[in-house]
C-alpha cells in the first residue's frame, strides 16, 4: 500500500490550504482514511478521519476549521484547512487503515507552515 500525499506549503494566519491524499497498491479492504499531524517536539496527533461509507471525526482543536472529505474514487481523501493558524504548522500525515486488522499505513508527509 502506498499514499501519496500533496498540497503542504506556507501561508499566512488566516489563509487556506488543501492537502490531497492518494492511496494505490492492496486497497480492496481500505475503511478509513486521515489525517495526522506532527509540530516540532510534539506527538503525533489526529487531525481528522473519514470512515469509507460514512462518518468523520475531528480532533477538537480543528473543528469548525478543517474538512475532510473523499473523492469520487474510493481511494483519495482531501483536508481543506481554513483559517490557518501558526499552531496548525506542523508535517501532515495521510493514514489509511484496513477492515478486519489493527496494520495501518503512513504517507511520507507534507509540511505546512503558517506564518504570524
Known amino acids: 500500500v502506498q499514499l501519496q500525499a500533496s498540497g503542504g506549503g506556507s501561508v499566512q494566519a488566516g489563509g487556506s490550504l488543501r492537502l490531497s491524499c492518494a492511496a494505490s497498491?492492496?486497497?480492496?479492504?481500505?475503511?478509513?482514511l486521515g489525517w495526522y499531524r506532527q509540530a516540532p517536539g510534539k506527538q503525533r496527533e489526529l487531525v481528522a478521519q473519514i470512515i469509507i461509507g460514512g462518518g468523520t471525526k475531528y480532533s477538537d482543536s480543528v473543528k469548525d476549521q478543517f474538512t475532510i472529505s473523499r473523492g469520487n474514487a474510493k481511494n483519495t481523501v482531501f483536508l481543506q484547512m481554513n483559517s490557518l493558524k501558526p499552531e496548525d504548522t506542523a508535517v501532515y500525515y495521510c493514514n489509511a487503515g484496513f477492515a478486519g486488522t489493527a496494520m495501518n499505513y503512513w504517507g511520507k508527509g507534507t509540511l505546512v507552515t503558517v506564518s504570524s
Open positions: 497498491g492492496s486497497i480492496f479492504t481500505l475503511n478509513v
